[in-house]
């Protein structure tokens, strides 16, 4: 099976800008969390989808957003970029939306905000 | 919100011998702890996980033990290698009706001396 792919790898915005990044899950898998990492605050839970439908949040801004789609792909959005939204974002599916499920992570899009 | 602290943040050993990482978190109702290795430029990559009614589990060179009581649990890596160079991560989840992402900790760089 492949395995969760996001596009793109790379992404260079500057400030005031917005972004869109996209994850396609594992095939079968209907949950796609989206997490931020960066070298000062680590890896941080962004949100959650399952079924199109949004299951939770974590404490991030309004400026980020996101949405999945019927065959299970996802994509996030940062409105109004800042400099500190520079950072890897990873995308993980799993099986179902249940929190006791593995999740596996795609490689993340590498965002620099200048 | 749950809080997951892992020790150390560096662990160099010789190649060969044993590494040992730990983990502790706070929210008692957590029951799914997952462990992921990062290789430079890379998505964490599940290498193994634990339910909160399991004591162990091991998987070849690799265990986890979780110890509910104190809240703690550890990976320990036996006979390394040096493929075993990475950024390891603990992360508790918490089975919700929200269904929240994981919590992580924030990473130990383990170096395998050749």
């Known amino acids: 099976k492949a395995g969760v792919t996001q596009t793109p790898r790379y992404l260079i915005k500057t400030r005031g800008q917005q972004v869109t990044l996209s994850c396609s899950p594992i095939?079968?898998?209907?949950?796609v969390s989206w997490y931020q990492q960066t070298p000062g605050q680590g890896l941080q839970f962004l949100f959650e989808?399952?079924?199109?439908?949004?299951?939770n949040k974590g404490n991030f801004p309004g400026r980020f957003s996101g949405r999945q789609f019927s065959n299970s792909r996802s994509e996030m959005n940062v409105s109004t970029l800042e400099l500190g939204d520079s950072a890897l974002y990873l995308c993980?599916?799993?099986?179902?939306?249940?929190?006791?499920?593995?999740?596996?992570f795609g490689p993340g899009t590498r965002l620099t905000v200048t | 919100g749950e809080n997951v602290e892992q020790h150390p943040s560096t662990l160099s050993v010789q190649e060969g011998d044993s590494a040992v990482i730990k983990c502790t978190y706070s929210?008692?109702?957590?029951?799914?702890f997952p462990w992921y290795k990062q290789e430079l430029g890379k998505g964490p990559q599940l290498i193994i996980d634990?339910?909160?009614?399991?004591g162990e589990k091991k998987d070849q060179r690799i265990a986890v033990t979780l110890n509910k009581t104190a809240k703690h649990f550890s990976l320990h890596i036996t006979e390394t290698q040096p493929e075993d160079s990475a950024v390891y991560f603990c992360?508790?989840?918490?089975?919700?009706?929200?269904?929240?992402?994981?919590?992580f900790g924030k990473g130990t760089h383990l170096i395998i001396q050749p």
């Open positions: 993980a599916s799993s099986l179902e939306g249940r929190a006791t499920y593995e999740q596996y």
């Open positions: 992360a508790a989840r918490t089975t919700g009706g929200g269904a929240d992402g994981l919590t």
């Open positions: 095939s079968g898998h209907r949950s």
């Open positions: 989808y399952f079924s199109e439908t949004q299951r």
């Open positions: 634990i339910r909160s009614n399991v």
């Open positions: 929210d008692s109702a957590s029951n799914y």
